[in-house]
């Protein structure tokens, strides 16, 4: 033990221990949390992962005794759901603090763990024989899967295809919307998830960038989909539809706008803006039946009223699910019809037009294509390989309408052809960050994100 540690030991506290003693479990697992999270700001991360693996995994005396008592006091008890929910806080208490000093390492080892042989031996000691046991459910569960790949290790257990992990910001989107997980869990997997995304940026604008370049100074780049060289005539073909910037102020005007509506003209004028209004010759019926219909029905009795933050929000997130899922929460028809005709690009402009609105709504959209990944999931590449390509047209699209980065369409000065033509080779793509702050320096760099508080109409 280092001399620092011996200087942070805790005493023990007769008192603290009758506390605990005495049948609060909650009182047991605020001891737990409070021990780790003291020792987090003193301790180098070895001597905190072998506290952890005396206190969690061997059932021994740690540097604080009540911390030692309080975990007793839980499996005397016979608390087993309280137990993984205080072993997962305190692993993901640590992790935050880990990550964000870029030691994705030490989480790494913390997962790895649970993967002792000791856990599996047989033991007379009643208390350790039921912690045992616990934690060999433990490692069986989605939770310790979980744990497992937002450490950067790969699942003991996979619940997916290798394709799907591909697209794991999504997934990542199921853990910090879900309220029933703690507070740290949900921090760490929003951070990471952004950081994959920053990450993808990153990586599709270095290798349009070399891709679209012939200078031989332009370093090399893997490509971060699947798409091939097809990506870069994708990006022209979504720049040359109007220009990233032209699709940001048409979704602010019509915010504006929709400030003065009642709910029955928001409807109306929000399936006009996205292009699928029922009096569109080039509305599909796919497309009436599963989003038009479904939406001017929605919350009908309230049509009179003035549009307000919350009828903007439901109706937001209705319109993605309509576009994107059905009643089962399995792919819609209009989605299903798009991948058998390899039309990705049409679903993808509906879908960011109507996040472009509101930032705050692309939650909305991850989290309904993190349940079509899961219910893909169950097939192997070659099976859903026109929803793959869906997913990779769609995190370009997304790619090009962040706000962190602006992407232009150049037109080269010998080029003769105009911009209406359908040859895009006479134009380059330029990509600039807005901010260099937001770079990836890599993924273990995982720093603290701010909440953004929704916009708000003006009180009806």
């Known amino acids: 033990m280092t001399k620092n540690l011996q200087q942070h030991k805790y005493s023990q506290n007769s008192e603290q221990l009758t506390d605990i003693t005495s049948g609060s479990i909650n009182k047991a697992q605020e ?30 005396e740690v540097d604080n005794i009540s911390a030692y008592y309080a975990l007793g006091e839980i499996i005397f008890h016979n608390k087993e759901l309280e137990f993984k929910n205080t072993l997962l806080r305190c692993c993901y208490i640590l992790n935050n603090n880990w990550a964000i000093n870029s030691n994705i390492e030490a989480c790494r080892q913390l997962a790895d763990l649970f993967l002792t042989d000791s856990i599996g031996i047989s033991t007379k000691i009643t208390k350790l024989r039921t912690l045992r ?24 257990y996979k619940h997916y295809y290798n394709w799907s992990e591909r697209f794991s910001s999504y997934l990542l989107t199921l853990d910090y919307t879900n309220y029933s997980k703690s507070q740290e869990q949900r921090e760490y997997a929003e951070n990471l998830s952004r950081k994959l995304k920053k ?59 929709a400030r003065n509506m009642s709910y029955f003209e928001f409807k109306e004028s929000l399936l006009k803006y996205i292009g699928i209004s029922s009096d569109n ?26 549009m307000n933050k919350s009828f903007l929000f439901i109706t937001l997130n209705r319109v993605l699910q309509y576009l994107l899922l059905n009643e089962r929460r399995q792919p819609s028809d209009f989605l299903q019809l798009s991948l058998e005709s390899n039309n990705y690009l049409t679903p993808v402009i509906f879908l960011i037009k109507t996040i472009l609105i509101v930032a705050e709504s692309r939650v909305y959209l991850e989290s309904h294509i993190a349940e079509l990944i899961r219910f893909y999931s169950s097939y192997n590449e070659s099976e859903c390989r026109s929803f793959i390509n ?49 770079l990836p320096k890599n993924l273990t760099n995982i720093q603290n994100t701010t909440q953004t508080l929704p916009p708000s109409f003006p009180n009806p």
């Not at 780790?36 to 005396?54: G, H, T, V």
């Not at 679209?212 to 699947?226: A, G, H």
């Not at 019926?285 to 009179?304: C, F, G, N, P, S």
């Open 31 to 60: 001891v737990i949390y409070d021990f780790f999270l003291a020792i987090i700001k003193s301790y180098r991360p070895e001597d905190i992962l072998d506290q952890f693996n005396r206190l969690f995994i061997l059932y021994e």
């Open 133 to 156: 046991s616990w934690l060999q459910n433990f490692v069986q569960s989605d939770d310790y899967n979980t744990l497992r790949s937002l450490s950067g290790r790969s699942s003991v």
């Open 199 to 257: 990450q993808f940026k990153f990586d599709l604008a270095l290798y349009t960038a070399r891709l679209d370049s012939k200078s031989t100074l332009v370093p090399q780049q893997s490509n971060p989909t699947s798409l091939g060289n097809d990506v870069l005539i994708l990006v022209k073909r979504i720049l040359n539809k109007q220009g990233s910037q032209n699709f940001r102020n048409n979704a602010k005007a019509f915010y504006q706008q």
């Open 281 to 306: 010759l080039d509305t599909s019926e796919v497309i009436r039946v599963t989003v038009v219909q479904k939406l001017m029905y929605l919350q009908k009795h309230r049509d009179h009223e003035e």
């Open 390 to 438: 869906f997913l990779d047209v769609l995190n370009v699209t997304l790619a090009i309408f962040d706000d962190d980065t602006n992407y232009s369409l150049i037109k080269m000065k010998n080029a003769e052809a105009e911009m209406v033509s359908l040859d895009l080779d006479h134009y380059r793509i330029f990509s600039q960050v807005k901010s260099y702050e937001n």
